[in-house]
């Protein structure tokens, strides 16, 4: 059972490159979730997803987009990398609204 | 939107101590959650808890919803209840965060 998985762990960024993290879950959650930790600070909502085919916007979705094609799969498109995304990203996933589970983060860095 | 709040900001104590950490929220709220955040920054949800009151172990929690708080209690504290508890609301289709409270367990 591997609950909430995000895939790269690190990775680093050139300003101007783009990238997706990826985010699966296999607990058959309707809700997903994609949120941002800046250091020292708590989480914020940047996109989330009550199920397959649709999404919406948290508090701060730009710079960032999301596809929910699946039930499973939640990935996290950032277009056009600036220093300010630099953060550790957490994806999350819920029945309903109910209790979350995380994933382990991605750590990036956009020099 | 709705405020979270969380206090203290930081708590020292010594192994063995207990403590009480304290989330207050602005709006009415469907549900609330308190996470831990190790160290490492692995986040683990402690307790789903809309109202009432669940015990975990050395840990527990209330909520009084229609007085708007939550809170967290941690009794006989280890070095390892070290790191960031984070109370979270959820206000729509989602949960806010508050800022959290950092807790260090000396040895």
């Known amino acids: 059972n591997a609950g909430v998985t995000q895939t790269p762990k690190f990775r680093i960024l050139k300003i101007g490159q783009s990238m997706t993290l990826q985010c699966t879950q296999d607990?058959?959650?309707?809700?997903m979730y994609w949120y941002r930790q800046d250091p020292g600070m708590g989480l914020k909502l940047i996109y989330y997803?009550?199920?397959?085919?649709?999404?919406d916007k948290g508090e701060v979705p730009n710079g960032y987009n999301v596809s929910r094609s699946t039930t499973e799969d939640f990935p996290l498109r950032l277009e056009l990398a600036a220093p300010s995304q630099t953060s550790v990203y957490f994806c999350?996933?819920?029945?309903?609204?109910?209790?979350?589970?995380f994933g382990s983060g991605t750590r990036l860095t956009v020099v | 939107g709705i405020q979270v709040e969380q206090s203290p900001p930081d708590l020292i104590l010594q192994e063995g101590a207990n403590s009480t950490l304290r989330c207050n929220f602005s709006d009415s709220v469907n549900n609330l959650q308190w996470f831990h955040q190790n160290p490492w920054g692995q986040l683990i949800n402690l307790f789903y808890?809309?109202?009432g009151t669940k015990q975990n172990g050395r840990l527990s929690a209330t909520t009084v919803a229609t007085e708007r708080y939550s809170l967290l209690y941690i009794s006989s504290s280890q070095t390892t209840d070290s790191g960031v508890y984070f109370c979270a609301v959820d206000y729509g289709q989602n949960f806010v965060f508050g800022p959290g409270t950092r807790l260090s367990v000396l040895p």
């Open positions: 997803s009550v199920g397959a085919g649709i999404t």
């Open positions: 607990m058959n959650h309707n809700y």
């Open positions: 808890i809309p109202s």
């Open positions: 999350a996933s819920s029945y309903v609204s109910r209790g979350y589970t």
